[in-house]
């Protein structure tokens, strides 16, 4: 056995993750350092190891420590702290047994989808959202996430407009009908978008479909 010590910035912690679990290594421990010359651990770190007592039980469960992370990272996105979130996030996803919770591993990529497109980060947010969805093809709003960042940021409508369908299938609002009506429109394909118009301005969120139908008829009101 040999152990390796790094230290790398908290925005690599991920890829590093990745990179590990590629080649079927886990149990890594993590601790987030401030200082000069020497390490500092700050109030909410966080150690996921797999270190072994003398009766040769795990000290901590991986489980609930992923689950512990998640909780703090949910504390910090309502507080705004985005970055602290974030890393919370990637800590749960260490260790392995978060893996065998498809719940719980679903939550936490979506926390951390979420994170990354308050942060700007609509790749990362994109691919967190994704891996949702391949754990779980009916996760409530993330065949849409997955759409609107296809449809905004990648400039595909076409490919964005078969998602939006997908969440309409599993549960219909009129965000979603406000959305698919942007791509078609994007797409100049008019009767579609507004026979989608039509069906977004019949659901009671109007706040959001009057954000999104806006961008298609600025001054256009229901009737």
Not at 76 to 85: G, L, T
């Amino acid at each position: 056995m040999k152990k390796i010590e790094a230290y790398i910035q908290p925005f690599m912690l991920r890829k590093v993750v990745d990179a590990l679990q590629a080649i079927h290594i886990h149990g890594m421990s993590v601790i987030e350092a401030k200082g000069f010359g020497k390490e500092k651990e700050t109030q909410h770190k966080t150690q996921h190891n797999q270190q072994i007592n003398s009766n040769g039980r795990n000290r901590h469960s991986p489980l609930e420590d992923s689950h512990t992370c998640y909780k703090l990272a949910e504390r910090y996105f309502a507080d705004r702290q985005y970055e602290n979130a974030l890393k919370e996030c990637c800590r749960a996803l260490l260790p392995d047994a978060a893996g065998d919770d498809g719940k719980l591993r679903s939550h936490i990529l979506h926390l951390r989808g979420l994170c990354n497109e308050k942060l700007g980060r609509s790749d990362e947010a994109f691919d967190d959202f994704s891996m949702v969805l391949k754990l779980d093809s009916k996760y409530p709003h993330m065949n849409a996430k997955v759409g609107k960042i296809i449809m905004e940021v990648l400039g595909e409508p076409r490919e964005a407009i078969a998602y939006f369908s997908r969440e309409i299938e599993i549960k219909q609002s009129g965000e979603v009908y406000a959305l698919r009506a942007l791509a078609h429109h994007q797409l100049g394909e008019l009767a579609e978008t507004l026979e989608d118009y039509r069906k977004a301005c019949s659901f009671a969120d109007q706040d959001k479909v009057l954000l999104i139908t806006g961008k298609i008829f600025p001054l256009e009101t229901k009737g």
